[in-house]
């Protein structure tokens, strides 16, 4: 294979060897049911003490929700899926201008998870995004399509403010102060994950992405509407998070289940791939800024099992995520007490 990323063009009649999954593990999908009962919460419900509560049991049984009425327009939406779907359909002589396999760079085309650090690859291809403050990072971002930075700027925006709404309610659910996790977390970074699945041929051999955790504090995933491809892990079993019109999928990050000393978990999750389809997802994700200690919350530890975790800084944590294999173990078991 030639081309670095999978959306050149090239169709495959076969999975190429590098993406071929041991048997023990591929995704039996016959095996995946549906998530029946995925917490879907109304932020435009007027009954705060009832989102609060909402919330609580979301984060403490599922680690995931979705939200509705989260006051990101509908139109700020439509248009980022648009572009998003008009930055893959650009010819790929266009997007390997962006391409870098190097994760410390702020703006970047790439494909799979880590190809340097990775022995099987995911059927993946992703344009990687810094996204706070805008001003700095909106001049690397891609220029074609020549819409696409107002349209992903704006939708930044309000995204980062459901952010910061979502971790008031997170605080306020925890029984903490309501600006808690704004002032541990310090000044947020903000980056995005425009992920790609291209159509594949045998997606029983492969993943999308395979099961992980987000190393960051929150997630707001827009999925495709018409694809679905999200699991979730839930009391041992893969479940299909199909998508809701209208809705975000909100997932607790490896920081916050630290802050919150293990009440709240990161959820695992992982994204499967179609034969018939391709599919597009954007993730959007809040980071604590990087000399953040991140610590879990004092009221929480004055039980008898005291802090789980120990302290650290947001740095050390993402620079030993990226050194290791997404679906090893969990990066958080690295820093228990
Ligand atoms: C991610 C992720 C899931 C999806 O980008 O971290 O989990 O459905 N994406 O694309
Ligand atoms: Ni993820």
Redesign the pocket.
């Known amino acids: 294979m030639d081309a670095k990323v999978l959306s050149s063009g090239i169709r495959y009649s076969d999975l190429p060897p590098s993406y071929v999954r041991p048997e023990s593990d591929r995704p039996r999908l016959s095996e995946v049911s549906e998530c029946e009962n995925v917490p879907v919460i109304d932020l435009g419900c007027p009954d705060r003490s009832h989102i609060v509560q909402q919330i609580s049991l979301a984060c403490t049984h599922y680690g995931f929700f979705q939200v509705i009425n989260h006051g990101v327009s509908k139109e700020a939406v439509e248009r980022m899926l648009e572009v998003a779907h008009g930055f893959f359909g650009l010819p790929v002589e266009e997007k390997l201008k962006l391409y870098s396999d190097d994760p410390s760079k702020t703006t970047r085309l790439s494909t799979s998870f880590n190809v340097k650090k990775e022995t099987v690859h995911n059927w993946r291809d992703y344009l990687r995004l810094h996204c706070y403050p805008l001003h700095k990072y909106v001049p690397e971002w891609p220029s074609n399509p020549p819409s696409f930075k107002e349209i992903v700027s704006r939708y930044c925006v309000e995204v980062r403010g459901l952010g910061y709404r979502l971790q008031e309610l997170i605080s306020e659910s925890l029984g903490l102060e309501m600006d808690y996790i704004k002032n541990v977390l310090g000044e947020q970074g903000q980056h995005m994950a425009v992920n790609y699945y291209p159509l594949c041929p045998e997606p029983e051999l492969t993943y999308g ?1 395979p099961g ?3 190393p960051n504090a929150l ?1 707001i995933l827009l999925q495709d509407l018409q694809v679905a491809g999200l699991q979730v892990l839930k009391e041992g079993k893969w479940l299909a998070v199909n998508p809701h019109p209208d809705a975000f999928v909100i ?1 607790i990050g490896d920081q916050l289940q630290a802050l919150s000393n293990g009440r709240y978990k990161s959820v695992w ?1 992982r994204a499967i791939v179609n034969a018939d389809k391709p599919r597009m997802s954007v ?1 959007s994700f809040l980071c604590p800024f990087d000399h953040a200690l991140i610590s879990p919350a004092k009221p929480l530890t004055e039980d008898e099992c005291g802090a789980v975790y120990r302290d650290f800084t947001y740095a050390e944590y993402y620079s030993k995520f990226w050194s290791r294999n997404l679906d090893q173990q969990h990066c958080l078991e690295l820093f228990k007490n």
């Open positions: 992405l992980h955790t987000d997630t997932n999750h993730a």
